[in-house]
């Protein structure tokens, strides 16, 4: 099976893109990056994917503010399909997928959500962890559909919620766990061991 190619999409730092950047460096991860688009001009993830010598560029999302439609939508499926990649990676990307990207690359656009889905989709869903009084957070990378955060999920890590927890130490603790699940995430697709049982439900093949 041929290196998989993935284009990453993010709007802010960018610690998951270096999380599957280092696991190509070291051989832990069979793809290669061809291309880093963020919809912020100055967003780190730009200058870091830079340092790795990964082709980086910003295109606007103007003039939608949390979504990505219209002329800025052909923009970025032109130039994610000029790039050669088979499969898009949402790396912190604060905008909402319209039908068009999602039918150019069906069940082949990722995304990592801090939380055990189906439970607390949407933002800050640490935050509802805590207050809900869940004894585990955690994340999970899955496909994206046309919902928020329902596409079907690909694997999950959990953490347990402590009693003295704050959000930003679960958050903490959340994102190092999404450190080590998406570059896992990739490699399960890179190694063809998904299987779709159903639309929504996968399995992975350890044969």
Not at 166 to 180: P, Y
Request: charged share 25%; glycine share 6%; proline share 4%.
């Amino acid at each position: 099976m041929s290196k998989i190619k993935l284009a990453v999409l993010g709007s802010g730092t960018g610690s998951n893109f270096v999380s599957i950047a280092e696991a190509i460096e070291k051989g832990e991860l069979d793809a290669e990056i061809t291309i880093v688009i963020s919809d912020v001009e100055d967003a780190l993830i730009l200058e870091r994917a830079a340092k790795f010598g990964i082709n980086a560029k910003y295109i606007s999302g103007a003039p939608f503010k949390t979504k990505i439609e219209g002329d800025a939508e052909d923009k970025y499926i032109e130039e994610i399909i000029k790039s050669g990649a088979d499969y898009i990676v949402l790396a912190g990307f604060m905008r909402i997928i319209k039908p068009k990207l999602l039918k150019a690359f069906k069940n082949r656009i990722l995304n990592i959500h801090p939380s055990l889905l189906p439970a607390f989709p949407g933002v800050h869903s640490w935050e509802q962890a805590l207050e809900y009084g869940a004894k585990f957070a955690g994340c999970t990378v899955h496909f994206v559909d046309e919902g928020t955060d329902t596409g079907p999920i690909i694997l999950q890590k959990a953490v347990p919620i402590l009693d003295d927890d704050t959000a930003k130490s679960l958050h903490a603790r959340i994102q190092v766990q999404e450190h080590i699940a998406f570059p896992e995430a990739i490699r399960l697709i890179a190694e063809d061991k998904l299987k779709f049982l159903t639309e929504r439900r996968i399995i992975i093949k350890y044969e």
